[in-house]
């Protein structure tokens, strides 16, 4: 955890938000490691005397969320995981948990972000006319800056940062602004750290349960203004307006309430500053109640279960109940591919709809 970033963006406690205590900041009560300015373990601690939680630092990466009890009960595993295996070692424990196994999860969940992101980065990686070209978060995101057209930011939120990459591209688009990458996933926000540190090391899957131990080198010119934070997007530990821009690349289709994401997006930036949305309404039931979907069902209904004019309609002030006060929409494109690897003989293509939002006034409003 960076402390440039933690002064500059100065998280305050989800807990007492969640249960309107208000939004007293977090201090840091304990350092156990710390370099040049980098947090690398230690514990956070809200500051309102009746409160006091606690929020841990591991491996640089700070873990704020409302029930951290609940969220280390799921996420967990992620802790477990190893970048430092013999590659014999790793395919024995893959072959022993099995298909489905945590373990399974955890490595293609890896898989499929990091090659996205970095693979272009990657000597080893060849791609031919047959086979998916990595970058598609890259491309998305430059397409959505390009539409925003927006100036340039000193504070930007890159919330849903998987691998860390569209962060990286944020960095190097706005010179001068800290980039906070948000995600739940601490498996592939260490594996942000290290790239955006000069190495990237994942385990590339081939086919089935082989993988290939993947580690090669990267540019790392903006890792001092990159810094990545354990956060639920639905309970964002930071005040209203605290970002001139907020990016949220295909998150929208997995929290369990899109349109409270759409009012968390809206107030987080100040006014003038920009949302950038990029969704393809692919609703898992895992993730998402199917009542709470952007379009999908309810054929019945004004938008005949069309996603594009509902999410329209929920980003018109008035215009619904649950409607985003605060924000304008400044750009749309409705189709842009957007490209996922599982392994060498499978991809899936997507059709995302990007939308270029801006904040006015007055403040949005966050449904309960």
């Known amino acids: 955890m960076r402390r440039r970033h933690f002064a500059a963006f100065a998280p305050i406690c989800p807990s007492c938000a969640a249960h309107g205590r208000g939004e007293p900041p977090l201090a840091v009560a304990s350092v156990t490691e710390e370099r040049d300015g980098d947090v690398i373990g230690g514990i956070l601690v809200c500051t309102l005397p009746a409160c006091r939680h606690e929020f841990p630092i591991i491996d640089g990466?700070?873990?704020i969320v409302p029930d951290l009890?609940?969220?280390?009960?799921?996420h967990a595993s992620e802790l477990l995981l190893r970048d430092d295996l013999d590659p014999n070692v790793e395919s024995l424990l893959g072959?022993?948990?099995?298909?489905?196994?945590w373990f399974d999860v955890a490595r293609q969940t890896q898989s499929t972000?990091?090659?996205?992101g970095w693979a272009d980065c990657d000597p080893l990686e060849v791609t031919t006319a047959d086979t998916p070209a990595p970058g598609a978060v890259r491309r998305c995101l430059?397409?959505?800056?390009?539409?925003?057209q927006a100036a340039s930011a000193t504070r930007v939120l890159d919330i849903g940062c998987a691998a860390g990459r569209s962060s990286r591209d944020l960095a190097a688009r706005h010179p001068d602004a800290l980039v906070l990458g948000l995600d739940v996933n601490i498996s592939l926000l260490r594996l942000a750290r290290a790239?955006?540190?000069g190495i990237v090391s994942y385990p590339r899957r081939r086919i089935g349960l082989v993988y290939d131990r993947r580690t090669f080198a990267t540019a790392n010119g903006c890792a001092g203004r990159v810094d990545f934070w354990a956060c639920d997007a639905l309970a964002l530990p930071l005040t209203a307006g605290c970002a001139d821009l907020a990016v949220a690349?295909?998150?929208?289709?997995c929290v369990a309430q899109p349109a409270r994401l759409l009012a968390q997006l809206a107030a987080s930036v100040q006014p003038g500053g920009h949302v950038l949305l990029a969704t393809p309404y692919d609703w898992s039931t895992r993730a998402t109640p199917t009542e709470t979907w952007i379009g999908g069902h309810s054929q019945r209904a004004d938008h005949a279960g069309a996603a594009e004019p509902f999410l329209r309609t929920l980003l018109t002030p008035g215009a619904h109940p649950q409607s985003v006060t605060g924000i304008r929409i400044l750009d749309e494109t409705e189709s842009w591919p957007w490209q996922t690897r599982l392994h060498d003989r499978a991809s899936v293509a997507y059709r995302c709809h990007l939308v270029a939002l801006e904040r006015t006034f007055p403040q949005p409003r966050t449904p309960g």
Do not use: C, H, K, T
């Not at 009890?69 to 799921?74: G, I, N, S, T």
């Not at 072959?95 to 196994?101: F, M, N, T, V, Y």
């Not at 972000?113 to 996205?116: G, K, L, N, P, V």
């Not at 690349?249 to 289709?253: A, F, H, P, R, S």
């Open 61 to 63: 990466i700070p873990v």
């Open 69 to 74: 009890a609940a969220f280390l009960a799921e």
């Open 95 to 101: 072959d022993a948990l099995g298909q489905g196994s």
């Open 113 to 116: 972000y990091a090659w996205d």
């Open 142 to 148: 430059a397409r959505l800056l390009d539409m925003a």
């Open 195 to 197: 790239a955006l540190s």
């Open 249 to 253: 690349l295909n998150v929208l289709d």
